[in-house]
T-cell receptor
């Protein structure tokens, strides 16, 4: 089953923060986060493995709650370049990567 | 490292013709390759999983006779859209698995337009 992302869309002003959530009805081994800009292939942001870890680089971080089968992507002090569609991907170990429906993020000046 | 290429990057063809898309892992051997399709403003939908030397596994609703997948080597998988129709117009993206690594590596995608 496809993981469920929320919200479906969000509009921010530069410098504001945002959280994108991803939940799965199935047990997960890993959660993958991607950002896609219009007309381009998705770009890998980060992967979180089961164990409840949190990761981040620069002003983008993510958490993974294995028990709740949920992951959240945190964008702080958003920049114009953060605009795009964010996808989470849910995967069993070595298995298929199934993507959520996407969250469209628009950052305005 | 871990670069995946696709060729061609875009293709326009007439209805009824067949189109072949190549996916290559350039600097690693891919244990498994995956093919996705993405329609405008939609998510990436997994079409099939392929392993070198064996038949591809197709997702429910994907016609195996229409979307032929050949995984000839550990670095090359091809997707052939047979007798393409306008509704097959889409963005096709491949990805590859690398031994011991959970991350999937995505190609840049191929945009197909069937007239």
């Amino acid at each position: 089953q496809q993981p469920v992302q929320s919200p479906q869309a969000v509009i921010l002003r530069e410098g504001e923060d945002a959280v994108i959530n991803c939940s799965s009805s199935k047990a997960l081994y890993s959660v993958h986060w991607y950002r896609q800009k219009h007309g381009e292939a998705p770009v890998f942001l980060m992967i979180l493995l089961k164990g409840g870890e949190q990761k981040g680089h620069d002003k983008i971080s993510a958490s993974f709650n294995e028990k709740k089968q949920q992951s959240s992507l945190y964008l702080t002090a958003s920049q114009l370049s953060y605009s795009g569609t964010y996808f989470c991907g849910a995967r069993n170990q070595g298995g298929k990567l199934i993507f959520g429906q996407g969250t469209e993020l628009s950052v305005k000046p | 490292g871990a670069v995946v290429s696709q060729h061609p990057s875009w293709v326009i063809c007439k209805s009824g013709t067949s189109v072949k898309i190549e996916c290559r892992s350039l600097d690693f051997q891919a244990t498994t390759m995956f093919w996705y399709r993405q329609f405008p403003k939609q998510s990436l939908m997994l079409m099939a999983t392929s392993n070198e030397g064996s038949k591809a596994t197709y997702e429910q609703g994907v016609e195996k006779d229409k979307f032929l997948i050949n995984h000839a080597s550990l670095t090359l998988s091809t997707l052939t859209v047979t007798s393409a129709h306008p509704e097959d117009s889409s963005f096709y993206i491949c990805s590859a698995d690398r031994t011991g690594v959970e991350t999937q590596y995505f190609g840049p995608g191929t945009r197909l337009l069937v007239l």
